[in-house]
């Protein structure tokens, strides 16, 4: 009997269903499994981008964008030295919102199917560095208080000149490996794993318009589940 044929004779055959971002995403898998990051150029197409960035602007002009605070609840404090920039967190009401709220609930999808991470939720907001602003060294997330799993930074800057500070900073985990500075070109899609990437926002001289999302893991206490995100209060 002829043995069946082994991977290093299959043929590979054109798969009309193979796409451009399907390369991207199997990348992503890759990277996120052997570095913990991963930063995709031309994640989300312009069209939905440029709605993104006009709402967020709308919100910086009704004054809606607030300034952010760190830790959750009655730990949620201020703090100047660490982070200054402004924000206003989704609440899917809009189609511009859903439109993105779609794309990052595949990106879960697929994440959960290839690497169960039982992912949860998606919540985001919008943010605004102005010249000045920064966000120094941190991690999204704690191993004790761990639910946030998968960080996401979405840029949305369509005349950004680089070398003007406002980078993303990741330090990598190999000790041989420098820092990675990520310009927030507009589409562009950062994301890595929110408990072991240490990173920060170098301050910035212009303006920058970004979205940073997590993915969650279902917060159960006791037999309660986790409210939808956007009813804990920041
Ligand atoms: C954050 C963050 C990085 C960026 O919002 O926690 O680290 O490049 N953002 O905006
Ligand atoms: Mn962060």
Redesign the pocket.
């Known amino acids: 009997m002829q043995s069946p044929a082994n991977d290093s004779d299959a043929t590979v055959l054109f798969d009309p269903t193979y796409t451009e971002s399907d390369v991207s995403f199997n990348q992503l898998l890759d990277s996120l499994v052997e570095k913990g990051w991963y930063v995709w150029p031309n994640a989300i197409e312009t069209e939905v981008c440029q709605a993104l960035l006009e709402e967020a602007q709308e919100h910086q002009q009704e004054g809606k964008l607030q300034r952010a605070g760190i830790g959750r609840g009655d730990e949620h404090q201020l703090n100047n030295d660490i982070r200054r920039d402004k924000i206003k967190w989704l609440d899917g009401k809009t189609p511009t919102q859903q439109a993105y709220l779609a794309k990052m609930a595949d990106l879960q999808f697929r994440l959960n199917r290839e690497l169960f991470l039982g992912l949860f939720e998606y919540e985001c907001h919008y943010?605004l560095y102005q010249p000045g602003d920064f966000?120094k060294k941190?991690y999204?997330s704690f191993r004790d208080q761990a639910n946030r799993i998968v960080?996401t930074?979405l840029y949305l800057n369509p005349e950004w000149s680089p070398g003007k500070g406002g980078e993303?900073v990741i330090y990598a985990n190999e000790e041989d490996t420098k820092p990675i500075l990520v310009s927030?070109y507009f589409g562009t899609l950062?994301v890595f794993m929110s408990e072991e990437i240490l990173?920060e926002?170098l301050p910035t001289q212009q303006s920058r318009f970004?979205i940073?999302g997590w993915f969650r893991l279902n917060n159960m206490q006791g037999s309660q589940v986790d409210p939808p995100s956007q009813l804990l209060t920041y």
Do not use: E, Q
Request: aromatic share 8%; net charge negative; proline share 8%.
């Open positions: 943010a966000y941190h999204d960080t930074v993303l927030p950062a990173h926002v970004s940073s």
